[in-house]
């Protein structure tokens, strides 16, 4: 089993900035796929980012958002930059094991980020 518990999230003025924290505990995430996604009202959980032996970037992030691991402590980050109004949403640390043995995944419990314009 894997708890994921995301951090960081919060209020900011558009064109700031936010880090968001991801910690890892239970069994050791180092050969999981670690991602961020997120989810506005009335809309579907959207991918960002994701971190394996490589990065992915959704369009509407790149270049903006970047994703990254810190395996020896059980760490994922998504550092947020230049971020607009319509980035406000909960945001989701996942842990995708379907290159693991397990063939599991695990979501945290969502940090709010709001972008005022």
């Known amino acids: 089993q894997v708890q994921l518990v995301e951090s960081g999230g919060g209020l900011v003025q558009a064109g700031g900035s936010l880090r968001l924290s991801c910690a890892a505990s239970g069994r050791t995430v180092s050969s999981y796929t670690m991602g961020w996604f997120r989810q506005a009202p009335g809309k579907e959980r959207e991918f960002l980012a994701s971190?394996?032996?490589?990065?992915l970037y959704a369009d509407s992030v790149k270049g903006r958002f970047t994703i990254s691991r810190d395996n020896a402590n059980g760490m994922v980050y998504l550092q947020m930059n230049s971020l607009k109004p319509e980035d406000t949403a909960v945001y989701y640390c996942?842990?995708?094991?379907?290159?693991?043995?397990?063939?599991?995944?695990?979501w945290g419990q969502g940090t709010q980020v709001t972008v005022s314009s």
């Open positions: 971190v394996s032996a490589h990065t």
């Open positions: 996942n842990a995708d094991g379907k290159y693991t043995q397990y063939k599991d995944a695990y």
